[in-house]
């Protein structure tokens, strides 16, 4: 059984930068794409941040283009999300899980593991 464990939230103020770590577990982590999600209060939770199995190609929502990095170490089962300047509309709750690609007129990412962590809480003030 597929294990996450999110962690490196906080409680910051806007402009300021995080580390977030997800560390997974029962899975051949390598085999796969991994995703960072995030939920926010009210909201249904979207996909941010994805990274390919080899660590290529990255792909980011519009609205954190150029102020979040992903990236990976597969021998750590390990994927992690820098979030620089970060603004109060970034407070969230982050996840992980993998992801794969449903390719259409646009391309769409989504969940594979039906497990979700805990996540990892996000808050930044203005």
């Known amino acids: 059984q597929v294990q996450l464990v999110e962690s490196g939230g906080g409680l910051v103020q806007a402009g300021e930068s995080l580390r977030l770590s997800c560390a997974a577990s029962g899975r051949t982590f390598s085999t796969y794409n991994m995703g960072w999600f995030r939920q926010a209060p009210g909201k249904e939770r979207i996909i941010v941040a994805v990274i390919t199995r080899s660590g290529g190609m990255p792909y980011y929502a519009d609205s954190v283009k150029g102020r979040f990095t992903v990236s990976r170490d597969n021998a750590k089962n390990t994927v992690y999300l820098q979030m620089n300047s970060l603004k109060p509309e970034d407070t969230a709750v982050y996840y992980c899980?993998?992801?794969?690609?449903?390719?259409?007129?646009?391309?769409?990412?989504?969940?594979?593991?039906?497990?979700w962590g805990q996540g990892t809480q996000v808050t930044v003030s203005s």
């Open positions: 899980n993998a992801v794969e690609a449903i390719i259409g007129r646009t391309t769409r990412w989504t969940s594979v593991w039906d497990y």
